[in-house]
T-cell receptor
Framework: GENVEQHPSTLSVQEGDSAVIKCTYSDSASNYFPWYKQELGKGPQLIIDIRSNVGEKKDQRIAVTLNKTAKHFSLHITETQPEDSAVYFCAAISAGGSYIPTFGRGTSLIVHP | SAVISQKPSRDICQRGTSLTIQCQVDSQVTMMFWYRQQPGQSLTLIATANQGSEATYESGFVIDKFPISRPNLTFSTLTVSNMSPEDSSIYLC????????????FGSGTRLTVV
């Protein structure tokens, strides 16, 4: 089955800096890669996603890049703000499988004012 | 995307008792998913619930411990039975987005503490 590795487990940055979270996946059939943000006491919320036919996608301060050959994808947050502090999860889904996401272990992002 | 109402948001329960968690979706969905998130950990799928059929459980989870109901296309319940402190976790329900495998939406979670 699919295996998703996520790094780092904790990321601490100063407000205004950029933050990058990286994930690798094992199943070459995976073709959809969502990212979730989970704030304390809340459920995960989809913030951005990317399909395997696209190399990069951007939405304001967040962007996701995908390298299918290397089987890795990354979340980039620019101009970080304290409200970006949360746990971020990557996931991989295979259209040829059960359509159930395999999640990474999460990255706790702390943005210091 | 679908909006999910999950309750209770938190509970503290005595060991040996059971707790039923409810999820209500604002639109009809084919599949609903139940996850467990242990403190500081990722999300682990417990089971997939289809309306009109028995839930499909992942390895390590059994129906006797986590019975699930799915009476219609907008509602599901998960019961955590005969609880022990090891069951202390956040439990989340989830549904797919409009396309298969896309844009999963999660409920706000139920934080369960077993004492």
């Amino acid at each position: 089955g699919e295996n998703v590795e996520q790094h780092p487990s904790t990321l601490s940055v100063q407000e205004g800096d950029s933050a990058v979270i990286k994930c690798t996946y094992s199943d070459s059939a995976s073709n959809y890669f969502p990212w979730y943000k989970q704030e304390l006491g809340k459920g995960p919320q989809l913030i951005i996603d990317i399909r395997s036919n696209v190399g990069e996608k951007k939405d304001q301060r967040i962007a996701v890049t995908l390298n299918k050959t290397a089987k890795h994808f990354s979340l980039h947050i620019t101009e970080t703000q304290p409200e970006d502090s949360a746990v971020y999860f990557c996931a991989a889904i295979s259209a040829g499988g059960s359509y159930i996401p395999t999640f990474g272990r999460g990255t706790s992002l702390i943005v210091h004012p | 995307s679908a909006v999910i109402s999950q309750k209770p948001s938190r509970d503290i329960c005595q060991r040996g008792t059971s707790l039923t968690i409810q999820c209500q979706v604002d639109s009809q969905v084919t599949m609903m998913f139940w996850y467990r998130q242990q403190p500081g950990q990722s999300l682990t799928l417990i089971a997939t619930a289809n309306q009109g059929s028995e839930a499909t459980y992942e390895s390590g989870f059994v129906i006797d411990k986590f019975p699930i109901s799915r009476p219609n296309l907008t509602f599901s319940t998960l019961t955590v039975s005969n609880m022990s402190p090891e069951d202390s976790s956040i439990y989340l329900c989830s549904v797919e987005g409009e396309g298969a495998g896309e844009g999963y939406t999660f409920g706000s979670g139920t934080r369960l503490t077993v004492v």
